[in-house]
């Protein structure tokens, strides 16, 4: 199946500072959903981006399916961002999506 | 705004019991899922059900477990004899339903710990 690395493992911010997260794959896919898991467990969709540019907000997503990575931006970045970020693309004829380990961001005030 | 429902949010059980899980998709949408979250790990799908059957399903997925819509809104995981190792957080969600959009959305989680 596809593989997916997120980087970096672990993300320590100051409250008001930028980071980007990344996320490689080893297939193409035919879909990827960004997603954030808050301190409570709930997983909340951040973009379906299978390919391009979205933004919302302060995050922005690119997808470079070709090159096979995605980038999760945050700008600004606030307390309640703090959680862990997951990637999950889908390749081949699946559309389920493989998720990474995630890169857990711990923003501070 | 729509979304995906799940109770109980903790269940806590006996090894060796069966336990159902229950959610509520989303109503427009036609392909459910379920996924399991092992406590500081990854998530990991087990099963997606579309039109009465299973669609696809992990090596996960064996015959202790089973899915089910028993009615028009709820769909069920349940678990027959459960093992130490299934203590996790179980997410379902929901998606459209085409296969060339699927983006999915999930429930809040339940929580299962097996003693």
């Known amino acids: 199946g596809i593989q997916v690395e997120q980087s970096p493992p672990d993300l320590i911010l100051q409250e008001g500072a930028n980071s980007t997260l990344r996320c490689n794959f080893s297939?193409?896919?035919?879909?990827l959903q960004w997603f954030h898991q808050n301190p409570w467990g709930q997983l909340i969709n951040l973009f379906y981006i299978p390919s391009g540019t979205k933004q919302n907000g302060r995050l922005s997503a690119t997808t470079v399916a070709t090159e096979r990575y995605s980038l999760l931006y945050i700008s600004s970045s606030q307390t309640t961002d703090s959680g862990v970020y997951f990637c999950?693309?889908?390749?081949?004829?699946?559309?389920?999506?493989?998720f990474g380990r995630g890169t857990s961001l711990i923003v501070h005030p | 705004e729509p979304e995906v429902t799940q109770t109980p949010s903790h269940q806590v059980t006996q090894m060796g019991q069966e336990v159902i899980l229950r959610c509520v998709p989303i109503s427009n949408h036609l392909y459910f899922y379920w996924y399991r979250q092992i406590l500081g790990q990854k998530v990991e799908f087990l099963v997606s059900?579309?039109?009465?059957?299973?669609?696809?399903k992990s090596e996960i997925f064996d015959d202790q477990f089973s899915v089910e819509r028993p009615d028009g809104s709820n769909f069920t995981l349940k678990i027959r004899s459960t093992k130490l190792e299934d203590s996790a957080m179980y997410f379902c969600a929901s998606s459209e339903g085409t296969r060339r959009y699927n983006e999915q959305f999930f429930g809040p989680g339940t929580r299962l710990t097996v003693l």
């Open positions: 297939d193409s896919v035919n879909n």
């Open positions: 999950a693309p889908a390749s081949g004829g699946s559309y389920i999506p493989t």
């Open positions: 059900f579309y039109n009465n059957e299973i669609s696809e």
